[in-house]
């Protein structure tokens, strides 16, 4: 079974420059999340799919970053535009969610971004 | 505020000894918890979890542990081998909602030959 994709795995841009992250979650998985992690912390939740809805991006600043979630599929995260502090590795997960038992996220590789 | 707190950044533990790493938690309404394992250039593996009905969890050399009187969570890995080298995160939902993962900030566990 293939794991969570995304693409590409590392990007350097300059600052105000826009940049969008990419991800194919497994097949068959209805919920996709993309998460933010800095360096030496832990990943932190920016948005939340349920097939095509965002159910939760209260931790997404919406005034710099958008997300869409096409078809309940492939996801894409934009950053417009981009500041020094956006320099993070950006993970993208999926899980199967059903009823409401508890989810096992399954994680991609990350897109890591270097703001310069 | 850090609801979930690894405050160990980093273990160093002989081959075929016990790991032992530890999470402390301050949310109470968390009812699910999970341990994920990063190498280099990676994404987070899912490990093992628990769920807040049950006190231990066992998967081969795997074991986490729960007492939620205190808020803690513990990964037991016996015995410990050079590949279980990498960061370990411990993670914390609420199982009913929006099953937002909150995670700690990670451990970095090194096994010596």
């Known amino acids: 079974e293939a794991g969570v994709v995304q693409s590409p795995r590392y990007k350097i841009i300059e600052k105000k420059q826009p940049v969008a992250f990419w991800c194919n979650p497994i097949?068959?998985?209805?919920?996709l999340y993309w998460y933010r992690q800095n360096l030496g912390q832990g990943p932190e939740l920016l948005i939340r799919?349920?097939?095509?809805?965002?159910?939760?991006d209260s931790q997404l600043p919406k005034d710099r970053f958008s997300a869409e979630r096409l078809k309940g599929v492939d996801s894409t995260l934009k950053i417009q535009p981009a500041e020094l502090g956006d320099s993070a590795v950006y993970l993208c997960?999926?899980?199967?969610?059903?009823?409401?038992?508890?989810?096992?996220?399954?994680f991609g590789p990350g897109t890591r971004l270097t703001v310069l | 505020d850090q609801q979930v707190k690894q405050n160990s950044p980093s273990l160093s533990v002989q081959e075929g000894r016990i790991s032992i790493l530890n999470c402390d938690y301050t949310?109470?309404?968390?009812?699910?918890f999970l341990w994920y394992k990063k190498y280099p250039a990676e994404g987070p593996t899912f490990l093992i979890s628990?769920?807040?009905?049950?006190d231990k969890n066992e998967d081969g050399r795997f074991t986490v542990f729960l007492n939620k009187s205190a808020k803690h969570l513990s990964l037991h890995i016996v015995p410990s081998q050079p590949g279980d080298s990498a960061v370990y995160f411990c993670?914390?939902?609420?199982?009913?909602?929006?099953?937002?993962?909150?995670f700690g900030q990670g451990t970095r566990l090194t096994i010596n030959p």
């Open positions: 799919y349920e097939n095509e809805e965002a159910v939760d």
């Open positions: 097949s068959g998985h209805n919920t």
């Open positions: 993670a914390a939902m609420r199982s009913q909602g929006a099953q937002k993962l909150v």
């Open positions: 628990i769920s807040s009905i049950k």
């Open positions: 997960a999926s899980s199967l969610v059903v009823g409401s038992s508890p989810d096992t996220q399954y």
């Open positions: 949310n109470s309404m968390f009812d699910y």
